[in-house]
């Protein structure tokens, strides 16, 4: 797909894909959006230490590396497991200024991780080790045991994506999630909230980062 990188209103990058008019993060700002959801309201949610995190997205990098920036500074482990299908290329990611905006002392953190290699443990330090997937979510076998204690919940929209939305997708996801782990998600739809509750999750609707009223987070119950 054709790809073009955007300033955000918090200066941040994100990318836009003309071909199903989407974009990778709000135009509100790409950091703040982030920031808000998967480490606001996912990673300083848990009090697990270490934290096994699964992330449905890989993207630009942005969740992975805020989890690192934020999790050094709480002296967390985390083991990060990120599942990608289409990754983007080094020329791609090389124009993400996301290291310029926030934790510049670590940017060499971000290209470290988009250097790893797919499909095997990284240890981008002692205390965190990235696996990156490359591939479908729709297809891609997780193991039978709960393993995670949170979960980035962060494919494209249901309206530009709906088969990574649907009932058997969600909860194949959500019996990865340990006992009292959390998923958070951008996405603030009834038919979503209705399916993780049913696999298990007390959900709220919690408030949204700029530009957004509403997001997700359940914590499994069973």
């Not at 982030?34 to 997205?57: A, D, K, M």
């Not at 981008?124 to 193991?143: G, H, T, V």
């Amino acid at each position: 797909m054709d790809k073009e990188f955007i300033i955000t209103e918090d200066g941040s990058h994100t990318i836009y894909l003309p071909e199903i008019d989407e974009h990778y993060h709000s135009v509100h700002g790409a950091i703040q959006e982030s920031r808000h959801i998967y480490i606001e309201q996912g990673l300083l949610q848990s009090t697990e230490n270490p934290v096994s995190i699964l992330e449905i997205g890989f993207g630009t990098g942005l969740n992975a590396y805020l989890t690192y920036c934020y999790a050094k500074e709480r002296n967390l482990t985390v083991n990060y497991i990120s599942l990608e299908k289409y990754p983007l290329s080094k020329t791609e990611y090389k124009q993400l200024n996301y290291p310029n905006n926030i934790f510049p002392e670590s940017s060499f953190v971000f290209h470290q991780m988009h250097c790893a290699e797919w499909n095997t443990v990284a240890e981008i330090s002692p205390e965190f080790k990235l696996q990156k997937i490359q591939a479908d979510l729709l297809s891609f076998r997780f193991n039978s045991t709960p393993q995670y204690d949170l979960v980035y919940y962060d494919a494209f929209a249901p309206g530009k994506q709906p088969e990574m939305w649907t009932d058997e997708i969600l909860h194949r996801v959500a019996a990865t999630v340990k006992r009292n782990g959390i998923l958070v998600t951008y996405c603030a739809k009834g038919t979503v909230r209705r399916a993780l509750a049913d696999a298990g999750f007390q959900m709220e609707r919690i408030p949204g980062p700029t530009g957004k009223k509403e997001i997700l987070r359940g914590k499994k119950t069973i």
